[in-house]
């Protein structure tokens, strides 16, 4: 049991941690808001995701979207054209002192952002369906039940803890160019996850 802990905490950190999609989207929203409790529905969206995908590669659902191919590349083409729009939004996206709250996402905005980077990032799926489920294989019972609570519960502090970093990094914005800039960095960040993502998609296609 404490073995499957051990490796399932590990593990967890080892996916999570890399710049992605998501983790830019939790901190940008945690930055962003005028107040933290503002960006709790972009947490709380995807720690729930997440749950999902752990839940769903644990259980098997990653044998069957790892063997069919096209399901993978109709996954790619929804991501790519999402992200590229995504980038789009981030990049428009500006943030004035004196007007904070009609510049940034609202909740249902940051449900729908946050749903989507999280189920619809093939890159994160795969590492998520296919790291973890594979892992998960070397327990059973009640070790894999803790393997895949604790990668759980890893997922649910690491996203509050980003918007809790970035509730301080946008403290230190006084003229919003702290923001602005932000944006445009997590704007190219998306993009670079789009061209990553079409390469792939190129690579399984030819």
Same mark, same amino acid.
């Given at each position: 049991?404490?073995?499957?802990?051990?490796?399932?905490?590990?593990?967890?950190?080892?996916?999570?941690?890399?710049?992605?999609?998501?983790?830019?989207?939790?901190?940008?929203?945690?930055?962003?808001?005028?107040?933290?409790?503002?960006?709790?529905?972009?947490?709380?969206?995807?720690?729930?995701?997440?749950?999902?995908l752990i839940v769903a590669a644990v259980s098997g659902v990653s044998l069957l979207v790892l063997t069919l191919a096209w399901l993978?590349?109709?996954?790619?083409?929804?991501?790519?054209?999402?992200?590229?729009?995504?980038?789009f939004v981030l990049w428009k996206t500006t943030v004035s002192t004196t007007d904070v709250e009609g510049q940034t996402f609202s909740m249902k905005r940051q449900i729908i952002f946050a749903a989507s980077v999280s189920l619809l990032n093939?890159?994160?799926?795969?590492?998520?369906?296919?790291?973890?489920?594979?892992?998960?294989?070397?327990?059973?019972?009640?070790?894999?039940?803790?393997?895949?609570?604790?990668?759980?519960? @890893? &997922?649910? +502090?690491?996203?509050? %803890?980003? $918007?809790?970093?970035?509730?301080?990094?946008?403290?230190? !914005?006084? =003229?919003?160019?702290?923001?602005?800039?932000?944006?445009? @960095? &997590?704007? +190219?960040?998306?993009? %670079?996850? $789009?061209?990553?993502?079409?390469?792939?998609?190129?690579? !399984?296609? =030819?």
């Amino acid at each position: 049991m404490t073995e499957a802990i051990l490796h399932g905490i590990i593990l967890a950190f080892g996916l999570i941690i890399p710049l992605g999609v998501q983790n830019v989207f939790v901190f940008n929203q945690g930055a962003l808001q005028p107040k933290f409790s503002r960006a709790l529905p972009v947490v709380i969206t995807a720690g729930i995701c997440d749950t999902i995908l752990i839940v769903a590669a644990v259980s098997g659902v990653s044998l069957l979207v790892l063997t069919l191919a096209w399901l993978e590349n109709i996954i790619f083409n929804v991501g790519i054209i999402f992200l590229i729009y995504m980038g789009f939004v981030l990049w428009k996206t500006t943030v004035s002192t004196t007007d904070v709250e009609g510049q940034t996402f609202s909740m249902k905005r940051q449900i729908i952002f946050a749903a989507s980077v999280s189920l619809l990032n093939p890159h994160a799926i795969l590492d998520t369906i296919g790291v973890i489920g594979t892992n998960s294989l070397s327990y059973s019972g009640d070790a894999r039940f803790a393997f895949a609570l604790t990668t759980i519960i @890893v &997922s649910w +502090l690491w996203f509050l %803890g980003l $918007a809790i970093a970035g509730r301080y990094f946008g403290k230190l !914005n006084q =003229s919003g160019k702290l923001m602005a800039l932000l944006n445009k @960095v &997590s704007a +190219l960040v998306v993009w %670079g996850v $789009a061209v990553y993502m079409a390469i792939r998609l190129i690579g !399984n296609i =030819s």
